[in-house]
């Protein structure tokens, strides 16, 4: 049995081979896989720390770093550093991409992700089982809480709608969102799998 996840094809990125950068010769990498066919997807709906931007400048101006247009591209390496640049004609640096929760996340959203929040919305309204870990939805991400009201609302199969998280906060959350009668709280992990 192979990997279950494809790397760099997990993430739904469009034409993710292309957007793969070199690693340096000493560094731990990811390897290249064939195609997400059939394997585990990756939504990252809020960026990751190996998608990056690069710029001419480690001072990058506030317009470049909420421009939509910016190219987003994959480093291999398993972990990342705050140092991490790009050698081509000259050396240029790296940006992480990561959206925060705001308000208009539409607003500075890079347009190459948002197939990855259309995959996502897709795959909620015909999960069987949501299962949320780690997540809050803060009120200021309306752009999330949205996608996770529209999904709930529009699905037909769901199950369950699991919650796990130490917060009791968060479950209500998730309750004033979709409705309390289709949650399900646990207050760990060990909870959850028990």
Same mark, same amino acid.
């Given at each position: 049995?192979?990997?279950?996840?494809?790397?760099?094809?997990?993430?739904?990125?469009?034409?993710?081979?292309?957007?793969?950068?070199?690693?340096?010769?000493?560094?731990?990498?990811?390897?290249?896989?064939?195609?997400?066919?059939?394997?585990?997807?990756?939504?990252?709906?809020?960026?990751?720390?190996?998608?990056? /931007?690069?710029?001419?400048?480690?001072?990058?101006?506030?317009?470049?770093?909420?421009?939509?247009?910016?190219?987003?591209?994959?480093?291999?390496?398993?972990?990342?550093?705050?140092?991490?640049?790009?050698?081509?004609?000259?050396?240029?640096?790296?940006?992480?991409?990561?959206?925060?929760?705001?308000?208009?996340?539409?607003?500075?959203?890079?347009?190459?992700?948002?197939?990855?929040?259309?995959?996502?919305?897709?795959?909620?309204?015909?999960?069987?089982?949501?299962?949320?870990?780690?997540?809050?939805?803060?009120?200021?991400?309306?752009?999330?809480?949205?996608?996770?009201?529209?999904?709930?609302?529009?699905?037909?199969?769901?199950?369950?709608?699991?919650?796990? #998280?130490?917060?009791?906060?968060?479950?209500?959350?998730?309750?004033?969102?979709?409705?309390?009668?289709?949650?399900?709280?646990? /207050?760990?992990? #060990?909870?959850?799998?028990?």
């Amino acid at each position: 049995m192979g990997t279950i996840f494809d790397f760099p094809y997990c993430y739904v990125m469009e034409d993710a081979r292309n957007k793969l950068s070199k690693a340096p010769d000493h560094s731990s990498t990811f390897n290249i896989g064939q195609d997400a066919q059939d394997k585990i997807r990756v939504l990252k709906l809020h960026g990751s720390l190996n998608w990056y /931007s690069k710029h001419n400048s480690r001072e990058i101006a506030k317009n470049v770093i909420l421009d939509t247009n910016r190219t987003l591209r994959i480093t291999r390496r398993t972990l990342i550093t705050t140092d991490m640049t790009f050698r081509a004609k000259r050396k240029q640096y790296t940006f992480p991409v990561i959206i925060p929760p705001v308000a208009h996340k539409a607003g500075i959203m890079p347009r190459s992700i948002l197939p990855i929040w259309e995959a996502a919305e897709i795959a909620m309204q015909n999960a069987q089982n949501i299962i949320v870990f780690g997540y809050s939805c803060p009120s200021a991400d309306s752009e999330s809480a949205n996608l996770i009201m529209r999904s709930v609302k529009a699905n037909r199969k769901l199950r369950s709608f699991s919650v796990v #998280d130490p917060s009791p906060t968060v479950v209500q959350r998730y309750a004033e969102l979709i409705g309390p009668g289709k949650i399900t709280y646990c /207050s760990s992990m #060990d909870s959850y799998l028990g």
